[in-house]
């Protein structure tokens, strides 16, 4: 039976920054959080690096901010900037608090150094950071009567004013799908928060999960949100190339605590196109390893660690040294096999330092927002750390209003009457195919005008596609995800061709220069139609 469910606040997502703005806002209000597989399922649990922040006495907080600017070519919004890094020691005590097992030495946190940073400040957990953030947070949500999870929950679109044909523009909860079940419910809430995550799904090889598939992005955008610098898509330099290994990564801080990286011969090429070879930020990386695979026409290339002492490595990396024995790769005496994979999504929707998006009642944090942290391209570590300054940032936003009485207008059930079950799914795994390969040969590394209308013209073949198969037939989670790619991926495609410059993680071979001036790339949807 379909329900229409209320609470004070809606967490669509259950990573860092949803959990944490759960917890944050708990004392006061009726949560839900919505996971759309299980609690483990997205990103964070992947992330093995760790939260950049000042903890050591020789480093400042001008130089992770320096650092963070000089990463993101000088596109970073310094106010967002500023806020995160004055915000980070303060981050990390947080989490210490909720009990996540940082590593120590000497009793000390430990601290490694990752690309792009000028000093040691990356508080980790050996090599499984995400990891151990999660599952302390997740021991948390699970004991706080006040916040009700909700799994295997999909959410189709969000429900505004504007959709009900009311006035204003405000968001009033959501539709979501039970993937289990197959019922459509109402989830009504004053303040809906979208931590959805990214879209690296977008592209044929990535770090991510099966579920970064963009859904708040695309959520936001149909319901009339701005996208800012949506062609800002990082690249890890350094996937497991394994036919088994299903896109994982292999930590930076490999090359922090000494990584080489190596052509096939072995020998070494980093100095070659950075005087800070294999430190040097992802975007440097990952196009000298693009560069290099190509020039040779090599299906991979190798980062070797095994000259460090084997106790090291295996203390320091267990999630890798074990990920890569049971593959038969002994990083203590082998190079590992790697090659670059769509890591991180580092436009989304629009937000001010509070979270808030064009649109009343309706936040996004994490990687699905846009706050201007992270510029042209995202330094290492700042991520996890971004997910808790803002969702912080988030909570105080919120519960200043949380006194506010609100009285929802009549919201209709999800109407189903006019669709049927679909007996040609294998069209969505087509697609979905398709969509994946084009982005990665035409929306990739480097990008040409050329290619860019290519990916457009497929694009827009695919969604008039997509589009009609969503009118016809009942939902599915697959469905939901390949249409929001397919969208996310469209505003890559349009964002990517009004950069003319090559900036950070944008580099095109017909504009191959910096431009005059560094500016946002922002796409308003203006009279867009949602089917």
Same mark, same amino acid.
């Given at each position: ?42 990103? @964070?649990? =992947? #992330?093995? +690096? %760790? ?6 006495? /020789? ?7 320096? $650092? ?123 303040? @809906?928060? =979208? #931590?959805? +995550? %990214? ?6 090889? /990535? ?7 963009? $859904? ?316």
């Amino acid at each position: 039976m379909k329900a229409q469910r209320e609470f004070d606040i809606l967490i669509i997502g259950s990573g860092a920054a949803g959990l944490t703005l759960a917890l944050k806002l708990a004392t006061n209000a009726r949560i839900a959080v919505l996971s759309k597989g299980d609690l483990t399922s997205g990103s @964070t649990w =992947l #992330a093995q +690096g %760790g939260v950049a922040a000042v903890v050591d006495e /020789t480093d400042i907080e001008q130089n992770h901010a320096d $650092d963070t600017l000089t990463a993101g070519s000088y596109l970073s919004h310094s106010d967002a900037v500023t806020y995160t890094v004055e915000n980070a020691r303060e981050s990390v005590d947080w989490l210490i608090e909720q009990g996540v097992p940082f590593s120590k030495e000497n009793g000390q946190l430990h601290l490694t150094k990752e690309g792009g940073h000028s000093h040691r400040r990356i508080i980790h957990a050996a090599d499984a950071t995400g990891k151990a953030i999660l599952q302390s947070l997740i021991e948390k949500v699970q004991a706080e009567p006040a916040i009700t999870l909700f799994q295997q929950s999909v959410a189709i679109d969000l429900i505004t004013t504007t959709k009900l044909g009311l006035s204003g523009n405000q968001c009033l909860g959501a539709y979501i799908l039970n993937n289990d079940t197959g019922v459509i419910d109402v989830f009504k809430a004053r303040h @809906t928060v =979208l #931590a959805t +995550g %990214g879209a690296s799904k977008a592209y044929l090889y /990535t770090s991510n999960s099966d579920g970064a598939s963009g $859904d708040g992005i695309a959520m936001a955008w149909r319901s009339g949100c701005r996208v800012a610098n949506m062609e800002f898509n990082q690249f890890h330099p350094t996937c497991l190339y394994h036919p088994q290994a299903k896109s994982f990564l292999v930590s930076e801080a490999v090359r922090g605590e000494g990584g080489k990286l190596q052509l096939p011969d072995g020998s070494a090429f980093m100095h070659k196109f950075d005087s800070r070879a294999e430190l040097a930020p992802r975007d440097i990386v990952a196009r000298a390893i693009d560069h290099e695979m190509k020039r040779l026409g090599a299906d991979c290339l190798y980062l070797d660690i095994s000259h460090r002492d084997d106790d090291f490595i295996k203390s320091h990396f267990p999630t890798i040294y074990q990920r890569c024995q049971q593959l038969g790769i002994d990083i203590c005496k082998q190079p590992i096999p790697i090659v670059p994979a769509a890591h991180y999504t580092c436009g989304g929707v629009m937000t001010d330092i509070n979270g808030n998006t064009d649109i009343e009642g309706l936040y996004a944090i994490g990687e699905t927002a846009f706050t201007g942290l992270h510029g042209a391209n995202r330094l290492a570590s700042n991520s996890l750390l971004e997910c808790i300054v803002f969702a912080s940032a988030c909570a105080k936003e919120i519960s200043g209003q949380l006194d506010t009485k609100f009285y929802y207008p009549e919201i209709p059930s999800w109407d189903e009457s006019q669709v049927t079950d679909s007996d040609e799914d294998v069209i969505i795994a087509h697609n979905w195919d398709e969509l994946r390969r084009f982005m990665w040969d035409y929306v990739g590394i480097v990008r040409t005008d050329k290619r860019l209308q290519r990916a457009k013209h497929r694009s827009d073949l695919l969604q008039k596609e997509i589009a009609d198969y969503y009118s016809n037939y009942k939902i599915s989670k697959d469905l939901l995800e390949l249409r929001n790619l397919a969208l996310v991926s469209e505003l890559m495609i349009r964002s990517a061709m009004l950069r003319k410059e090559s900036r950070g993680l944008h580099f095109t071979l017909d504009y191959p220069q910096l431009g005059p001036q560094p500016r946002d790339t922002i796409l308003t949807p203006i009279n867009y139609q949602w089917p």
